[in-house]
Every structure is written in C-alpha cells, then in structure tokens.
C-alpha cells in the first residue's frame, strides 16, 4: 500500500498515511480536525535504496572457494575469509546489490 506525506496548513502537524491508491486524498487534520489536511510533494523513494542495514544472505552461503570466486567476480560483497563468521555469505547493502547475488545463485525474487 503506497504511503503518502501530509501536512496541516493550519495546525502544521504532519505524518505519513497508509492509503489504497484509489482512495479520496484525506482533508482533516487528525490533530486538530479542521479540513486542512494536505497531501505533500515529497522525493522519490526508489527500489533500489540503500536499506537501513545490511543483509546477510545466509540461503544463498556459498560452501567452495570457486562458488565464492564467482560471486566476487560478478561484484557481490562477500567474505573469503575462513576467520570470518560470515565466510561465504553475501552480504548486500541496497536492493541492487541483494538482485545481484540472487541472480549469481540462479534465485529468483518473487
């Protein structure tokens, strides 16, 4: 469900709101309840941010020294290190990076 910015042009409260993209934009201010409720013009959100933390893609860990050559050759962040607790699991940043190592691993997103 897409989410949308509002804000009180009297009050100046503001939030996100949860709404069907079929819906009435909303006009009453939750806040103090006049009809001055507006929608907002905000940024882009892309797919393909950065998330808030990285990933470990521990389903696709990979157990051979050739399968994790693979996944640095193709650019995912992955360890090579026996020492590492996270020795051959790709580790991804953003959903571009996580795409990447799913399509190495012949994975499909669904």
Known sequence: MPCYEYKCASCKFADT???HIHDNPLVECPECHKPTYEKQVSRVHSSMQEFSAPIEMFSIACNTTE???????????????PENPLFGVPVARSRHEKLKALKVAHFVER
Do not use: H, P, R, T
């Open 67 to 81: 399968e994790i050559q693979e996944m640095q050759k193709a650019g995912v962040n992955i360890s090579d290190d």
């Open 17 to 19: 709101e949860y709404q």
